[in-house]
């Protein structure tokens, strides 16, 4: 928790403020032209008063997720500050929450978030002394070429882990900061995230900071699944949903045109998979390892037989096996006495045994299933 909280506070401060400002039409000092962004302004001063003459101004959305190819970038400022440290920058938006970073020679800084709407105008801001704070992630066997990064919300600094899990950063604004934790940022998001405060002049250890490896897995498994069936190109966070502690709750490969499932996914503790409209003509016995599971969606296949494990799936609520070519269904399916909706409709169902008939019956949104099978 300790590496945790000051992993937050360090990224917030420096990377926040200098990404915005590189990307929209900046202002610098009186008489600046006229532009359709709403202008924020301020007179940045050193802790003694005097003008911080020259102080790289960075300004961008919190919101803003960087991409990995910038890590090692040099980051433009959005302008700087004049003579006597007035600064003036346009904001392209009007809604939303920003973060400006004032920062003199990495010795002295500021980060302040603002919304656009409500604040216009700094004032002179004092800039304390810079902290800065580093720490070792413990990777847990993780492969240090799977890339794992920390960054200060809201802002464009990030420090890539090395190959021994060790990270640092400088120069970075004082201050209380939200730090995450990122896995391949491009293909997988946030892995954890927590809060630090940071005071000026200091230089943390945060010692040792576990990675939270349930989390990891699951990208992990989800990205086999993707690059087995040669979707390198599709992002994770494209097909999956997760609850609030960042686990995949939701795999959604629906027309992606996949040919095999490996029995890896059941590793996963989905609540739901849709496998749907893809070019399956099996499954794996695994997915009835998946307790959690109340949504299966398989239509659209080419499936001639399912495991007799999806048996094992009791709080099924939902069972889609419509448009495949099974002529039979396993008698252990009738032990999902959940089901709300379930769709046999377009198979080629020619033995179906009683109890399995019944169940049908019972459970089939479609009462006319017998009369569709192909």
């Not at 809604?95 to 978030?113: D, F, P």
Request: net charge negative; aromatic share 8%.
């Amino acid at each position: 928790m300790k590496l945790k909280r000051a992993l937050c506070s360090f990224f917030v401060g420096g990377f926040t403020l200098f990404w915005a400002c590189s990307h929209i039409l900046t202002l610098s000092g009186p008489g600046s032209e006229t532009t359709n962004g709403m202008v924020v302004a301020g007179i940045a001063e050193l802790p003694d008063g005097s003008p911080a003459s020259g102080a790289n101004i960075f300004i961008k959305s919190v919101a803003f997720l960087p991409d990995t190819l910038f890590v090692s970038a040099v980051v433009i400022p959005d302008t700087v500050a004049s003579s006597d440290g007035s600064f003036s920058c346009v904001v392209p938006d009007s809604v939303g929450e920003y973060a400006i970073e004032i920062n003199y020679q990495n010795k002295y800084a500021s980060l302040i978030r603002f919304n656009p709407l409500t604040t216009r105008n700094f004032g002179s801001v004092t800039l304390p002394q810079t902290a800065g704070f580093h720490g070792v992630m413990d990777l847990q066997g993780i492969a240090s070429g799977d890339n794992i990064y920390v960054q200060i919300y809201g802002s464009h600094r990030m420090s890539k882990v090395d190959a021994y899990g060790t990270f640092s950063f400088l120069g970075m604004p004082s201050g209380r900061h939200l730090v995450r934790v990122f896995s391949n940022i491009s293909a997988y998001g946030v892995i954890d995230k927590d809060t630090v405060e940071l005071f000026p002049a200091e230089n943390r250890n945060m010692g040792t900071y576990i990675m939270p490896f349930n989390a990891w897995k699951d990208t992990v498994v989800v990205r086999a699944i993707l690059d087995s069936n040669g979707l390198d190109a599709v992002k994770v966070a494209d097909v999956t949903a997760v609850n609030n502690n960042q686990r995949i709750v939701s795999l959604n490969l629906i027309g992606y045109g996949i040919t095999t499932v490996p029995s890896a996914v059941a590793k996963l503790r989905l609540r739901h998979l849709k496998l749907g409209e893809n070019k399956l003509t099996a499954i794996p016995e695994e997915i009835g390892l998946i307790a959690p599971l109340t949504d299966l969606g398989l239509k659209l296949n080419a499936l001639a037989a399912i495991p007799t494990t999806l048996g094992n799936l009791i709080h099924l609520t939902d069972l889609n096996l419509s448009n495949n070519s099974l002529s039979t269904l396993p008698v252990e399916l009738t032990n999902m006495t959940q089901l709300q909706a379930l769709s046999v409709d377009y198979n080629h169902l020619t033995v179906v045994t009683d109890p399995v008939l019944t169940w049908l019956n019972t459970y089939s949104n479609n009462t006319a299933w017998a009369s569709t099978q192909q």
